[in-house]
């Protein structure tokens, strides 16, 4: 007996729901591995403790946010989703400020060219120099993969409220507004 030979139409369906299979498998996978870990034991004390230059060289220490909402943004420069939204940051500061928010900025580049970028584009919150130190903080607070933008959101506790590896939307910024 011999078998019967596969339609051309049954074959190309199977080779669709083969990719579309392989697809959502390694979309799956990539979402759990850029998935937020656990924070470290001890980072959120040590983060207090800890005092940056700012990019005019003046001391940027974090002690002095303490008891305030905040959100920590790990950037730089040569990241275009970390450069776009920085704007929306800085409107969220502004707006929320005199509730008891604050943003800081925390840069993973190189001095001059965090001070060229701000000559062109001013920011209305504290910017400070983390350099390779800002990547092992970053992945203290759960970023294991060490990609940026990377955004810790902070209650008036100190206490990590949300987490977010890649860039921000409207939605997630709307959604702080709401916390405490």
Known sequence: MTPSPVSPRLSRRAWLGVAVAAGLA?????????????????????????????????????????????????????????????????????????????????????????????QKRPLGFPVAMAGLEGSTLAKALGNATGGLPFTVVLDERGSVVQRKLGKLSEDDVAGWATLG
Request: proline fraction near 8%.
């Open 26 to 118: 390694g979309a799956g996978t990539a979402w759990w591995r850029l998935q937020p870990t656990p924070a470290l034991d001890g980072v959120l004390q040590d983060l207090w403790g800890r005092v940056f230059d700012g990019p005019t060289g003046e001391s940027v220490a974090m002690a002095s946010f303490q008891g305030r909402k905040l959100v920590l943004n790990f950037w730089a420069t040569w990241c275009p989703p970390c450069v776009e939204e920085l704007p929306m940051l800085d409107r969220f500061r502004a707006a929320h400020h005199a509730r008891g928010w604050e943003v800081v900025g925390l840069a993973v580049d190189q001095p001059a060219a965090v001070r060229g970028f701000l």
